[in-house]
Nanobody, 120 residues
Framework: QVQLVESGGGLVQPGGSLRVSCEAS????????MGWYRQAPGKQRELVAS???????YYADSVKGRFTISRDNAKNTVALQMNSLKPEDTAVYYC??????????????WGQGTQVTVSS
């Protein structure tokens, strides 16, 4: 059984910073990728940033230069440092971890979500 537990988030003024963190536990040796999605009210869930086991990193265009993802493979943790936050960054942020088995079947694991609100 795999669990992803998030921490961080909250309310911040525009231009401020927040950090969200996620720790995975359970019987998984490694995750092929770990990252963060977000979902704003009335919108689809979108990928914000991800990091593969090999170290490749992806950022959505909307957060490039402002957000930084970091991952500790040994501890199965992933964090997202969010700087220069904008009201449009307001969303529930979900930690995501991916495994791909020997025949290429992907499985996604999700955290419970943490609210990030950017407002003055």
């Amino acid at each position: 059984q795999v669990q992803l537990v998030e921490s961080g988030g909250g309310l911040v003024q525009p231009g401020g910073s927040l950090r969200v963190s996620c720790e995975a536990s359970g019987s998984i040796f490694r995750f092929n990728a770990m990252g963060w999605y977000r979902q704003a009210p009335g919108k689809q869930r979108e990928l914000v940033a991800s990091n593969t086991w090999g170290g490749s990193t992806y950022y959505a265009d909307s957060v490039k230069g402002r957000f930084t993802i970091s991952r500790d493979n040994a501890k199965n943790t992933v964090a997202l440092q969010m700087n220069s936050l904008k009201p449009e960054d307001t969303a529930v942020y979900y930690c995501n971890a991916v495994t791909i088995n020997g025949v290429g079947v992907r499985r996604d694991y999700w955290g419970q979500g943490t609210q990030v609100t950017v407002s003055s």
